[in-house]
């Protein structure tokens, strides 16, 4: 059953919401809702249906991204990795939610100008798949690029990264982070 937002809920929004509000701002505008919601709950019966249209409701404004998400937790693998030498680490998914972006930070030093080889490579994963890159490993220098992604966990799955030095010479301290929501 596809259930639309009630023509009054979008005026109360008109209303109450500003413009910036509206372009995205999800943790603004929140005690509208909660005003709107409660008044529309002392009007009406606690039914099965009245039940069920709320958590439609509830579902839609989730997919239109207006409802924020319960929980966000950012999971760190920080480490210093020696002289040609790697690791691979594992931590757990911290509760049900999705992975929504992964942080690799890549500081000076990653790249040997005069061979043209980069020098630090690392990946991301969840389970047993690969998550960023699909395959293969990243390797960059002097950049933290974040990627979006969109990968369910729950709770106690493990996350893992491995992360690789092939510098003969000197360590590379390194780091990948992972935002969950749920």
């Not at 606690?46 to 929980?71: C, D, H, Q, Y």
């Not at 994963?125 to 990243?138: K, T």
Request: negative net charge; charged residues 20%; contains cysteine.
């Amino acid at each position: 059953m596809v259930y639309e937002l009630p023509e009054d809920y979008k005026e109360y929004l008109r209303q109450n919401v500003t413009a910036l509000e509206r372009l995205g701002d999800a943790f603004s505008g929140v005690d509208e809702r909660v005003n709107y919601v409660v008044r529309q709950l002392t009007q009406l019966g606690l039914t099965e249906e009245t039940v069920n249209r709320l958590s439609a409701a509830i579902e839609e404004l989730k997919e239109l991204g207006i409802a924020m998400p319960m929980k966000t937790e950012q999971v760190n693998f920080q480490e210093v990795l020696p002289i040609l030498g790697g690791v691979r680490n594992e931590k757990y998914a911290p509760f049900d939610g999705k992975i929504v972006s992964v942080m690799f930070n890549f500081p000076d030093g990653c790249y040997d100008a005069e061979t043209g080889v980069f020098l630090v490579n690392m990946a991301f994963g969840h389970g047993s798949e690969q998550i960023f890159p699909n395959e293969g490993f990243l390797a960059l220098n002097k950049a933290a690029p974040i990627f979006p992604v969109s990968e369910l966990v729950k709770a106690d799955d493990v996350l893992w990264v491995i992360m690789e030095n092939t510098d003969g010479l000197n360590p590379h301290g390194v780091s990948i982070s992972a935002i969950i929501v749920g």
